[in-house]
């Protein structure tokens, strides 16, 4: 038996044939697989995953330019950010060399920012992507936050109708100077109004010790939009304690011992997240005084630590898959204790969250299973190798799936695991069989592509005859011409 491709118009499902011939092959399957796999099971598959719709086995000509980032301003590129997506036209790579680089929004356009090979960027301030159309796109790959003080969110994502991957991102330590009623305004990650929103591999870390008037904030803040999350981390906010003493005592409080933060919370929408782990933030130690020969002496109770997640109402009830994810409490702190003028105080500790899901509305779902992940190099030129680690179920057949323009995330299919990323002209590659341990790593030399650009989406589809059908995240890949240093 042969697994076919056929060229097909967007839509036309009703063109994946049934019967095949060798007419119809493309990639071939080992012989050894005809009895445990159908007709039937192919046809299943390409059109639950929706990934054959386009079978263009040419690579597509368009080209992208690349802009140059580097705050030292070598060989005339950019020093910063956001002079580079004002210049940038749709589409375009921008390619940052190591340095800290300044606050940027990308509103109203295709972008596509990315630390190069081998470099360390930095982002100094808050990161805005906005008002995309259906046909617009953003991606950002390999970006980490420089700690800084500063008020909301480090990366605000809303009003995009089109594609937004973020990839490869760290953003750790979030310092804030005051806090709001509009706890959400604080959230590290904040995703609102948004329909087709991707994160692969980013870490939001909360954990530092906030000083502020209230709660502490999240590290993910979702409203309103659709959203999938893969291998990712979250971690709420520590508690904050304000002494008698600190300058927010002008203001009326004197004393306050407060809880840390839940790691996610999502007011409406659908987001799934698939190999994931929320972690509340921790509540502070009690304090204790000794006080004084007038005033006895005084604690004051342990905080509680944080939930993994928090579901409420937004437009409409929540919806949140959980696949393969670890939720856990953020650490309670003790209560303050201790002895004066022979008086022996002790308060209470904090307690660990529970339950870790708090849903005041809408619902959360949880399957366990192994994970499903593809990961590898992001930027490759010519005469480099693109290198891919496959995870999933060991002793499945793998096809991995090319896309040369991004396209939305289509809805959550149970079956799959996840989610088909697809746009433009497609190329499906069968890649054997996974190892009995899960993983395999493949590696493709690449030549000249004779442009300055090419854009990758790619992804790897598992059939096993005991778990069916999945599907790892889906990825990025940028390949570069000769011409791009």
Request: charged content about 15%.
């Amino acid at each position: 038996m042969r697994i076919p491709i056929r060229k097909l118009k967007c839509g036309s499902y009703d063109r994946v044939p049934t019967r095949f011939t060798d007419s119809d092959t493309v990639h071939p399957a080992r012989s050894k697989y005809d009895s445990e796999v159908t007709p039937d099971m192919i046809h299943a598959l390409r059109v639950r995953v929706l990934v054959l719709l386009l079978f263009s086995l040419a690579v597509p000509t368009w080209g992208q330019d690349v802009l140059r980032v580097d705050e030292l301003g070598t060989a005339g590129a950019f020093t910063d950010i956001q002079p580079a997506i004002d210049a940038a036209g749709e589409g375009d790579l921008l390619l940052l060399a190591s340095g800290t680089y300044g606050s940027f929004v990308v509103d109203g356009k295709s972008v596509r920012i990315m630390e190069d090979v081998g470099a360390t960027a930095k982002i100094a301030g808050s990161m805005f992507v906005t008002n995309l159309t259906a046909s617009q796109s953003v991606e950002l790959h390999g970006l980490e936050h420089e700690s800084v003080k500063q008020l909301g969110s480090i990366l605000r994502v809303s009003n995009a109708v089109g594609s937004v991957l973020v990839q490869d991102c760290e953003f750790v330590s979030l310092p804030t100077l005051f806090q709001s009623t509009q706890y959400e305004l604080l959230a590290g990650l904040r995703i609102v109004d948004s329909n087709a929103v991707t994160l692969n591999r980013v870490v939001v870390d909360a954990r530092l010790v906030n000083r502020g008037f209230s709660n502490t904030p999240f590290a993910l803040f979702v409203k309103d939009s659709n959203a999938f999350l893969s291998d990712c981390e979250f971690f709420g906010s520590t508690g904050v304690f304000i002494d008698e003493d600190d300058f927010f005592s002008i203001f009326g409080y004197s004393q306050s011992q407060l809880s840390g933060s839940s790691a996610g919370f999502v007011r409406g929408g659908r987001v799934v997240m698939k190999d994931c782990s929320l972690t509340g933030g921790d509540g502070l130690n009690g304090a204790y005084s000794p006080g004084g020969v007038t005033a006895g002496p005084d604690c004051a109770p342990g905080g509680n630590g944080g939930e993994g997640l928090v579901l409420v109402a937004g437009n409409g009830d929540p919806a949140v898959t959980l696949i393969g994810a670890n939720l856990q409490s953020g650490a309670w702190g003790q209560g303050g204790s201790g002895t004066a003028f022979g008086v022996t105080l002790t308060c209470s500790d904090g307690a660990p969250a529970s339950p870790l899901i708090k849903a005041y509305a809408g619902s959360a779902s949880t399957i366990q299973t192994g994970p499903r992940r593809l990961s590898g190099n992001s930027v490759v030129r010519p005469g480099e190798s693109k290198d891919n680690t496959i995870t999933g179920p060991g002793s499945s057949m793998m096809w991995q799936v090319y896309s040369f323009k991004t396209g939305s995330p289509l809805t959550y299919d149970p079956q799959l695991l996840g989610l088909a990323y697809y746009g433009g002209s497609s190329i499906v590659q069968f890649r054997g069989t996974l190892p009995i341990s899960g993983i395999k790593t493949v590696s493709q030399a690449i030549t000249d592509i004779g442009i300055d650009f090419l854009p990758i989406y790619e992804q790897v589809f598992f059939y096993n005859s005991n778990s069916g059908f999945s599907a790892t995240n889906p990825r990025f890949v940028a390949l570069l011409g000769s011409s791009v240093p």
